[in-house]
């Protein structure tokens, strides 16, 4: 019924994912990214209409052999189990002829959003799992992404929704952030690839944000040529997106503040009672105001020199319909004084809804290892103990949390695949401790 075979048509293949909902991690120009794996393109067809694509990417591996790998799965009608079922027999020939260990496939599949089953979810563990898949449940033995997202929406049905109503559902504590953070001398700049070209200092000063930030939370920090790289192989789908703390800036809005200040004083002593009120209410909050620009100045003082410090960076790749922020994060210079987080955020979900974009990915969350449920599908995927903090930022915008019914394997060689599933956990502490090491 169906037919499968290695596609050359990159350009179609593309041109499929980018109709058909698919991800950046599933394209063409992906290969150019992730240049330690060899990527194989297959597409499936029903007579001369193209049903299914998916990215293939191989990686020899001591004692494991060869791993082959599916980021998202395969884009296609995931409710069309001959379509999947006759796929799979395909990919279980080329693994013989290829020889490799195992399969890995992780399809783009809710689980639960907001911990509310989805049908499809459990319909498309079944089909897997009857097709000879098996679920992985370590979770720290995932190969690439966690079996979770967290999504905002950008449209209600058909019309897309602007900033201002995906703003006002967002947590007390964003709005005031977004706020205020032009009033503290903030200022945003969104750069490309050419820009980072021309002036590597920009990359530079996302370095330093990242690590800021990769120190505090945990994370294992990309290099910058890395940075660079997504940035060019994805030009005309990404961006940059910098903000500045500008001391000149904030120094000019606070004379601003306090001159306002000033002529309050002066008409309150022949005002009115209830004028008076409101002068009060401007000198009580213009000395609130001067209590945090007092302690700004104070936490950058060390910069005696940059007069513009660098204090909130994310790149942002907007592919398909969906905006995903990759990397982000602060400095832990006026971190909490600025809000520069939470203004930084606002601003690509912006951007997102700028590209006519139906869905603005924050990020995962890394999460602890889940029980299984009675069906065999993961339980309640909750986040780490070190991540609980980023969950509840992330959260206070709103999004949904999806959880994805997670990582598949088929198996080939039974030994091999049990050294890489015992292997893989170790040699990724052990990577992540000579990235610190060397980055100190």
Same mark, same amino acid.
């Given at each position: 019924?169906?037919?499968?075979?290695?596609?050359?048509?990159?350009?179609?293949?593309?041109?499929?994912?980018?109709?058909?909902?698919?991800?950046?991690?599933?394209?063409?120009?992906?290969?150019?990214?992730?240049?330690?794996?060899?990527?194989?393109?297959?597409?499936?067809?029903?007579?001369?209409?193209?049903?299914?694509?998916?990215?293939?990417?191989?990686?020899?591996?001591?004692?494991?052999?060869?791993?082959?790998?599916?980021?998202?799965?395969?884009?296609?009608?995931?409710?069309?189990?001959?379509?999947?079922?006759?796929?799979?027999?395909?990919?279980?020939?080329?693994?013989?002829?290829?020889?490799?260990?195992?399969?890995?496939?992780?399809?783009?599949?809710?689980?639960?959003?907001?911990?509310?089953?989805?049908?499809?979810?459990?319909?498309?563990?079944?089909?897997?799992? %009857? !097709?000879?898949? &098996? #679920?992985?449940?370590?979770?720290?033995?995932?190969?690439? =992404?966690?079996?979770?997202? +967290?999504?905002?929406?950008?449209?209600?049905?058909?019309?897309?929704?602007?900033?201002?109503?995906?703003?006002?559902?967002?947590?007390?504590?964003?709005?005031?952030?977004?706020?205020?953070?032009?009033?503290?001398?903030?200022?945003?700049?969104?750069?490309?690839?050419?820009?980072?070209?021309?002036?590597?200092?920009?990359?530079?000063?996302?370095?330093?944000?990242?690590?800021?930030?990769?120190?505090?939370?945990?994370?294992?920090?990309?290099?910058?040529?890395?940075?660079?790289?997504?940035?060019?192989?994805?030009?005309?789908?990404?961006?940059?997106?910098?903000?500045?703390?500008?001391? %000149? !800036?904030?120094? &000019? #809005?606070?004379?601003?503040?306090?001159?306002?200040?000033? =002529?309050?004083?002066?008409? +309150?002593?022949?005002?009115?009672?209830?004028?008076?009120?409101?002068?009060?209410?401007?000198?009580?909050?213009?000395?609130?105001?001067?209590?945090?620009?007092?302690?700004?100045?104070?936490?950058?003082?060390?910069?005696?020199?940059?007069?513009?410090?660098?204090?909130?960076?994310?790149?942002?790749?907007?592919?398909?319909?969906?905006?995903?922020?990759?990397?982000?994060?602060?400095?832990?210079?006026?971190?909490?004084?600025?809000?520069?987080?939470?203004?930084?955020?606002?601003?690509?979900?912006?951007?997102?809804?700028?590209?006519?974009?139906?869905?603005?990915?924050?990020?995962?969350?890394?999460?602890?290892?889940?029980?299984?449920?009675?069906?065999?599908?993961?339980?309640?995927?909750?986040?780490?103990?070190?991540?609980?903090?980023?969950?509840?930022?992330?959260?206070?915008?709103?999004?949904?949390?999806?959880?994805?019914?997670?990582?598949?394997?088929?198996?080939?060689?039974?030994?091999?695949?049990?050294?890489?599933?015992?292997?893989?956990?170790?040699?990724?502490?052990?990577?992540?401790?000579?990235?610190?090491?060397?980055?100190?």
């Amino acid at each position: 019924m169906y037919t499968f075979r290695i596609e050359t048509d990159l350009k179609a293949y593309d041109d499929f994912l980018e109709k058909n909902g698919g991800q950046y991690i599933q394209c063409s120009a992906w290969q150019k990214v992730k240049t330690t794996w060899k990527c194989t393109y297959y597409c499936g067809f029903e007579g001369d209409k193209r049903v299914l694509a998916v990215l293939v990417m191989e990686r020899s591996l001591p004692l494991a052999g060869k791993i082959w790998y599916a980021s998202g799965g395969a884009v296609c009608d995931h409710g069309n189990t001959q379509l999947l079922k006759e796929f799979t027999e395909f990919m279980k020939e080329e693994m013989k002829k290829g020889g490799a260990t195992c399969f890995i496939m992780d399809p783009s599949v809710s689980l639960r959003i907001n911990g509310e089953d989805i049908a499809e979810g459990h319909q498309m563990h079944k089909t897997l799992t %009857d !097709l000879g898949y &098996k #679920l992985n449940p370590s979770i720290e033995n995932y190969t690439y =992404k966690q079996p979770v997202q +967290l999504f905002i929406p950008l449209f209600d049905g058909d019309v897309q929704l602007t900033a201002d109503k995906i703003l006002k559902k967002c947590d007390k504590g964003v709005r005031y952030s977004i706020r205020i953070g032009e009033q503290r001398g903030l200022v945003a700049e969104t750069f490309t690839y050419e820009d980072v070209e021309k002036n590597p200092k920009i990359m530079d000063d996302f370095m330093a944000v990242m690590r800021d930030t990769s120190e505090r939370d945990s994370f294992v920090e990309r290099n910058g040529e890395y940075c660079t790289k997504l940035l060019r192989e994805f030009i005309g789908y990404s961006d940059l997106k910098l903000v500045y703390y500008d001391k %000149d !800036l904030d120094e &000019k #809005l606070q004379a601003e503040r306090l001159e306002k200040k000033e =002529k309050a004083l002066a008409e +309150l002593e022949t005002a009115h009672e209830k004028k008076a009120r409101q002068l009060k209410e401007t000198i009580d909050s213009v000395d609130k105001q001067t209590e945090h620009f007092n302690k700004r100045m104070s936490e950058a003082e060390e910069f005696t020199k940059d007069r513009r410090i660098c204090v909130a960076g994310g790149l942002s790749i907007y592919y398909a319909g969906m905006g995903s922020c990759l990397f982000g994060g602060t400095r832990n210079v006026i971190r909490n004084n600025t809000r520069s987080s939470h203004y930084l955020n606002y601003l690509r979900l912006c951007e997102s809804i700028k590209r006519g974009c139906r869905i603005h990915d924050l990020g995962y969350v890394i999460v602890k290892t889940p029980s299984l449920q009675e069906d065999g599908t993961l339980g309640e995927l909750i986040p780490q103990d070190n991540f609980k903090g980023i969950y509840d930022f992330k959260k206070s915008f709103s999004a949904d949390y999806h959880e994805f019914i997670g990582e598949y394997v088929l198996v080939g060689n039974a030994l091999k695949y049990y050294s890489y599933a015992k292997l893989m956990p170790t040699a990724k502490k052990t990577k992540i401790k000579i990235i610190k090491m060397l980055r100190k």
